[in-house]
């Protein structure tokens, strides 16, 4: 079992930038691949960027590539996403999940967090 709480959402200008934090608690942090996503209305949830248990290993969606960056603090137990040159079409509400295994796909992680709103305007 873990418990997710992402924070560092916000309102900010077209090409600005935020970051994303996201603790746990409970099980071992390290033993997690932690991933980002992020749904927005109307929209089906889809992955943002995910990052193996050691951070070796990360996977970014084709429209975040160059933009977000995933990191992890095992020492911290926190995940974070480095959200630059944000667009409005990043707008939406962002979760951090955990789950065993290296796996991109929503539908294979177990534990969410509450969600936090980014919202990008012109």
């Known amino acids: 079992q873990v418990q997710l709480v992402e924070s560092g959402g916000g309102s900010v200008q077209a090409g600005g930038s935020l970051r994303l934090s996201c603790t746990t608690s409970?099980?071992?942090?390290?033993?997690?691949?932690l991933g980002w996503f992020r749904q927005a209305p109307g929209k089906e949830r889809e992955s943002v960027a995910v990052?193996?248990?050691?951070?070796?290993?990360?996977y970014y969606a084709e429209s975040v590539k160059g933009r977000f960056t995933i990191s992890r603090d095992n020492a911290k137990n926190t995940v974070y996403l480095q959200m630059n040159s944000l667009k409005p079409e990043d707008t939406a509400v962002y979760y951090c999940?955990?789950?065993?295994?290296?796996?991109?796909?929503?539908?294979?992680?177990?534990?969410w967090g509450q969600g936090t709103q980014v919202t990008v305007s012109n």
């Open positions: 999940a955990a789950t065993n295994g290296w796996k991109t796909g929503k539908s294979a992680y177990d534990y």
């Open positions: 409970g099980r071992t942090f390290s033993a997690w691949t």
């Open positions: 990052i193996s248990l050691s951070g070796a290993s990360t």
